[in-house]
């Protein structure tokens, strides 16, 4: 199993930036695909961004593309979401997921969240 741990959330004005980490612990080995989640009151939850933990390539929802970015630094075993030009819409609790593979299986561990909260 793998443990994750989101920091960093807040509230902060519009237009303004926050920096979201995701510690991993447990079998890390075992990650193949690290994301964002969010879900807003009364709304799905949805996704923001994933990162390849070995390659590092990264994709983003359209709605934060050009303003998020995902990083990891896997010798930390740590992803982040340097989120700027921040819009009340982007209001939500932040979750981070894993994907991991075990031999033909893949299994996932969420994150317990961390609220990010923009005013306008």
């Known amino acids: 199993q793998v443990q994750l741990v989101e920091s960093g959330g807040g509230l902060v004005q519009a237009g303004g930036s926050l920096r979201l980490s995701c510690a991993a612990s447990?079998?890390?080995?075992?990650?193949?695909?690290m994301g964002w989640f969010r879900q807003a009151p009364g709304k799905e939850r949805e996704f923001v961004a994933n990162?390849?933990?070995?390659?590092?390539?990264?994709s983003y929802a359209d709605s934060v593309k050009g303003r998020f970015t995902i990083s990891r630094d896997n010798a930390k075993n740590t992803m982040y979401l340097q989120m700027n030009s921040l819009k009340p819409e982007d209001t939500a609790v932040y979750y981070c997921?894993?994907?991991?593979?075990?031999?033909?299986?893949?299994?996932?561990?969420w994150g317990q969240g961390t609220q990010v909260t923009v005013s306008s």
């Open positions: 990162i390849r933990w070995g390659g590092g390539s990264t």
């Open positions: 997921k894993a994907d991991l593979v075990d031999g033909l299986f893949t299994f996932y561990s």
């Open positions: 447990g079998r890390t080995f075992s990650i193949s695909t």
